[in-house]
């Protein structure tokens, strides 16, 4: 079983690439399109600009492959700003369109938040298991394995953004609270998302890496 | 809600921790991965490696320290000590890092602030200042609060913020070492004057200062020590029990 990371020339994947060795997980990071083909997991991380890490998706023509590997079945996995990419558009200095794979838009926190707030939301915040409606229709989780099955109600996780996605309450499966509930985790059947950063946040952290590689087993049988 | 943050520095000199500690079952008590899984499983919400030498000879040896706490330790990693300029900043990311501290080289030049920030993000630009109090004011100080710049500290901070500084570690020269508690009056200061988080660091000499930190200034991010949980003298994990019990919002894990 092997898990490849999306390398589209942003951002350090060393501590994420770490983070799958550490729990036993065979794991690359490329940016060639028949290893993430061959692959049995993909993990789309991302860091930065939304405007910035699409064009270099697009430049790549990797946003193809993940969208293709997304239609597969296969377990894909969206980190922060990869989760961001994951939906159908953000309003990150401008207007972006994103992969369109979960329904959903991306916008600033400031315009949310009380003005007292700070804005990046960084540090430790508290997960908020939610059952968005759409998250597992007819894909993976069904068997009561997801990606947050080993969390439980309170845990905290690590997050460092400034935006965030919203409309998406259908497939939302965490919110974390500051001040109004910011959407922590999304699952659209086989296509899950993170805002905040699995290979930063500690034990918890591992174990939702550890359930996402548990995931490609469930993905094999349906297949 | 955020958790507040409980930081642990530890001090880094040839490549090794240094400052004696006596923890039980800790093979090896001055080994920058040793320690630094020892504060993971303890609670550590952050760590904070200070590379003590910094010459241009002994990094290598800091930065396979910091490489292979990164593979094994998977909690926020904040790196100081001799940072001076972008590429200092691509250095230690590139080891694992997710956030670099500047003092003295931003004193320097106070334009590292703005680059490190532009090309990195203003989460990632941690400005650490050492104050002291001098006549009616404060200032601050530069190399490793040994010389008064004349600077005054409020000014300072501000300008680090406005040039793009995401995160202040205040460390009053006052309170430090004397382990009477955190400089209250100082941190009250900073935190009504900025809105990036704001770390306490210097003066903590037992649990109950942290809990009088964050009772008397709530606005305060994170707290952060280095003898007092290197000596054993508080274990995080109970430090965090107290913190919680006293309604304090904490991490437990």
């Not at chain 2, 904070?48 to 926020?76: C, G, H, K, M, N």
């Not at chain 2, 006293?246 to 894990?253: D, H």
Request: glycine share 10%; aromatic share 8%; with cysteine.
């Amino acid at each position: 079983m092997n898990v490849a990371i999306v390398d589209y020339g942003v951002g350090n994947l060393y501590s994420l690439r770490c983070s799958f060795s550490a729990i036993g997980q065979n794991v690359c990071v490329t940016s060639d399109p028949d290893i993430l083909r061959a692959a049995d997991a993909v993990v789309l991380p991302g860091v930065g600009a939304f405007g910035d890490a699409i064009d270099a998706l697009r430049k790549t023509e990797l946003d193809k492959v993940v969208i293709e590997i997304a239609e597969s079945g296969k377990p894909l996995l969206g980190i922060c700003l990869g989760m961001q990419m994951l939906f159908d558009k953000s309003y990150e200095y401008g207007e972006h369109q994103g992969l369109g794979l979960i329904p959903g838009e991306v916008r600033s926190l400031k315009e949310v938040v009380n003005p007292e707030t700070l804005v990046p939301h960084i540090g430790w915040n508290a997960l908020h298991l939610t059952s968005g409606e759409d998250a597992c229709k007819d894909g993976l989780g069904q068997s009561g394995g997801s990606l947050l099955a080993e969390v439980g109600e309170g845990a905290y996780v690590y997050f460092v953004h400034s935006f965030y996605a919203t409309e998406c309450a259908a497939n939302t499966i965490a919110v974390a609270d500051y001040d109004v509930p910011v959407t922590a985790a999304v699952q659209k059947d086989n296509v899950f998302g993170c805002q905040f950063h699995p290979e930063k946040s500690g034990k918890v952290g591992l174990q939702i890496l550890t359930a996402f590689c548990n995931l490609i087993k469930e993905a094999e049988s349906a297949c | 809600m955020l958790a507040k943050r409980i930081i642990p520095c530890l001090d880094v000199k040839h490549g090794r921790v240094v400052k004696g500690t006596n923890f039980q079952g800790l093979q090896d008590v001055s080994s920058p991965v040793e320690l630094a899984r020892f504060y993971n499983e303890q609670g550590a919400d952050e760590l904070v490696f200070y590379d003590i030498i910094a010459s241009f000879e002994e990094r290598a040896l800091f930065t396979d320290a910091l490489t292979e706490v990164a593979s094994s330790v998977f909690i926020p990693l904040t790196v100081g000590g001799g940072i001076k300029s972008v590429d200092d900043f691509e250095r230690v990311l590139s080891c694992g890092a997710d956030k670099v501290s500047v003092n003295s080289g931003a004193l320097a030049n106070p334009d590292l602030i703005d680059e490190a920030a532009k090309r990195y993000g203003d989460q990632c630009v941690v400005l650490s200042a050492d104050i002291a109090r001098v006549g009616d004011g404060f200032h601050v100080f530069s190399t490793g609060g040994r010389t008064d710049t004349g600077r005054d500290a409020l000014q300072w901070i501000s300008e680090g913020v406005s040039r793009g500084a995401g995160e202040l570690v205040i460390n009053s020269i006052d309170t430090d070492g004397v382990k009477g508690g955190f400089d209250l009056e100082l941190l009250a200061l900073v935190c009504d004057l900025v809105n990036v988080p704001v770390v306490a660091s210097g003066g903590a000499g037992c649990a109950q200062d942290f809990v009088d930190l964050w009772e008397r200034v709530p606005e305060v991010s994170a707290g952060l020590a280095a003898s007092i949980f290197h000596f054993g003298e508080v274990s995080i994990s109970d430090l965090k029990r107290l913190l919680a019990s006293e309604g304090i919002p904490i991490r437990l894990i």
